[in-house]
């Protein structure tokens, strides 16, 4: 009797478990919810100095907005669990700048944005190949 009550408990309980971890594994990181400014963009590093794009995420409102220096962009978030995250139509301004090189680089990496990993206060987003695109460092 006592190993059937003991049997019946430890079920429950990994039930329980196994319930608890698949949700938290479907739920966005929390501290996406923030303004990052980019690092790199296919493993190359921005130069000191130089304006970077600026990029914020709202998860409770499943928005972004950001500037890829030339041009503001916003759109939605489609989805974002602990890893995955997907994003709606990009619209934005489109003033021509003299430098266009880093807005491109930065809007085609940001198109092609799979999954993401956060590690202390970087932010990294990687293609459907799983190689990194953009890094991001937190900002806010």
């Known amino acids: 009797m006592k190993n059937t009550i003991l049997f019946l408990f430890l079920f ?3 039930c329980n478990t196994t319930s608890n971890s698949s949700k938290e594994s ?9 303004i990052w400014v980019v690092e790199s963009i296919n493993g190359q590093v921005l ?3 130089m304006k970077r794009p600026r990029f914020e995420m709202n998860l409770t ?3 972004f907005m950001g500037n890829d220096t030339c041009n503001e962009f916003f759109g939605t978030i489609k989805k974002a ?7 709606g139509d990009v619209a934005g301004t489109k003033k021509r700048c003299p430098e266009m090189e880093i807005p491109n680089q930065f809007r ?3 198109d092609q944005t799979m999954t993401y990993e956060l590690k202390e206060l970087k932010l990294y987003f990687f293609d459907e190949k799983g190689k990194e695109i953009l890094a991001f460092q937190k900002i806010d």
Do not use: V
Not at 26 to 33: F, G, M, V
Not at 81 to 87: S, V
């Open 12 to 14: 429950a309980f990994s």
């Open 26 to 34: 479907s739920e966005p990181n929390k501290r996406l919810h923030d």
């Open 47 to 49: 130069k000191r100095g």
């Open 61 to 63: 409102t499943m928005k």
């Open 81 to 87: 669990t602990a890893r995955q995250i997907a994003f």
């Open 108 to 110: 085609e990496a940001f």
